[in-house]
């Protein structure tokens, strides 16, 4: 019986379904994505597949620096993942936050190239000149959402455009930042450049830390203080929320806020990376496209039921395969085929939601079902014990028939 209460709380814990539906989602995005490699060339589909769940550390050359690569690119993904998450914890979605990711990268670049600073102290300026770029832009959507009403899909989609032709046009107006020879951003000063892990061959960096201190600190908000109480209350209920006295449109502009935040700290860490090759560094390309990392990063928040812990596990898979497609090329596969595959598996990732509410209501049907048949037996043991009790009575008089 002790077993058995054991394994019915876990079946009944909240975090045991969204867990349920996020391997779920990743079996079925992974099965379709075999049977796309499977047509296109059923000869290496195993081991192509193989690669792509790996990342590609068993066939790359180095091993180490796969490895650091994979945490290099898991780092925009993983806080962009966070931005998406903690605004749906309000009951919003923030679409937007590629925007907010690109104007993050651009505060960073324009702070690395205009203020020189000692080193110990540049890559701090650049990344909080990152946080502030991606929450200013946040900040327009939330104040249209709040004041206005407009609804903030509409308004993110829209200033993702906005915010992608202005940072092209102030980039290749700002002759200190831009290079027109190569079409292309200068090298980031050595300065600015966030300290390395040291791994060689990589771009890995101190901003894998700060992704994941940022998801812990998240959580801690979200779920030990009365700001994140308000939040999942507003999300779960917004009119019972603003009847309890909540401040919704404090609350939607301070989620906007930090989100944006998150996503131009995103930013900040890809553009001012370590340099693999000394006097060189990441470059940032003006060619009006909207940047991937956001994209990825709301696949990574559904991936992780927008849960911040979650979220760090999601974005580090994503990275993963992204990196192993890439790898997969080395078995005849073209890269427009590894693109499907990836896009196959991140599709099907955003609808682990979905899937854990389907699971959800299975369980709770489940879990009804056996209260019910726990109740009817309670119901028929009762019944059958005052029948004893009265047959006592008949045999006995006011005596019990059990002596």
């Known amino acids: 019986m002790p077993e058995q209460n054991r394994i019915q709380k876990i079946r009944n814990h909240p975090g045991s379904a969204s ?72 009951g919003l979605f923030n679409i937007g936050v590629a925007g907010q990711y690109t104007m993050g990268l651009f505060f960073a670049m324009y ?32 104040l249209l959402k709040a004041w206005r009403g407009v609804n903030e899909v509409i308004a993110a989609i829209m200033l993702n455009y906005i915010g992608m032709y202005l940072v092209d046009m102030w980039v290749q107006g700002n002759t200190a930042m831009y290079e027109a020879s190569r079409a292309r951003t200068k090298y980031i000063p050595a300065s600015a450049q966030l300290p390395s892990l040291g791994i060689s061959g990589s771009n890995l960096n101190i901003g894998i830390f700060l992704a994941i201190g940022a998801a812990v600190l998240l959580w801690i908000v979200l779920n030990k203080t009365v700001f994140g109480y308000e939040l999942r209350a507003t999300g779960l209920n917004p009119d019972a929320a603003v009847y309890a006295g909540m401040n919704s449109r404090r609350n ?31 470059t940032y390309e003006p060619i009006n496209v909207i940047a991937q990392a956001g ?70 049907k489940r879990t009804g079902a056996g209260a019910e048949r ?18 006592g009575k008949k045999e006995g008089g006011d005596t019990a028939w059990i002596r």
């Not at 690395?112 to 946040?138: E, I, K, R, T």
């Not at 427009?336 to 959800?360: G, H, K, N």
Request: hydrophobic share 55%; glycine share 14%; aromatic share 8%.
């Open 19 to 90: 867990f349920l539906a996020t391997i779920l989602a990743i079996f079925s995005g992974l099965l379709l994505g075999f049977l796309i490699m499977l047509l296109a060339g059923p000869s290496a589909a195993g081991n192509g597949i193989l690669v792509v769940l790996t990342g590609g550390i068993p066939v790359a050359l180095n091993a180490a620096k796969q490895l650091g690569q994979i945490f290099y690119q898991a780092v925009p993904v993983l806080l962009t993942g966070l931005s998406v998450g903690f605004v749906f914890k309000l």
């Open 111 to 142: 702070a690395a190239f205009s203020f020189p600073l000692p080193s110990g102290v540049h890559w701090v300026v650049c990344l909080l000149a990152g946080m502030l770029g991606g929450a200013l832009w946040g900040t327009l959507t939330g």
């Open 252 to 282: 939607i502009l301070v989620t906007m806020l930090i989100g944006g935040a998150l996503a131009g700290l995103g930013g900040a860490c890809t553009i001012l990376a370590p340099a693999v090759i000394p006097g060189s560094s990441v």
């Open 295 to 364: 994209f990825h990063g709301i696949a990574a928040a559904l991936l992780g039921g927008a849960n911040p812990l979650g979220i760090i596990f999601s974005a580090i898979f994503i990275s993963l395969i992204r990196r192993g497609g890439s790898a997969a090329a080395l078995y005849g596969y073209r890269l427009e085929i590894i693109d499907i595959v990836i896009a196959v598996v991140i599709y099907c990732a955003s609808f682990s939601l979905l899937i854990r509410e389907l699971t959800e209501k299975i369980g709770q």
């Open 374 to 391: 726990s109740e009817m037996t309670k119901k028929h043991r009762t019944r059958k014990e005052s029948g004893m009790t009265d047959r």
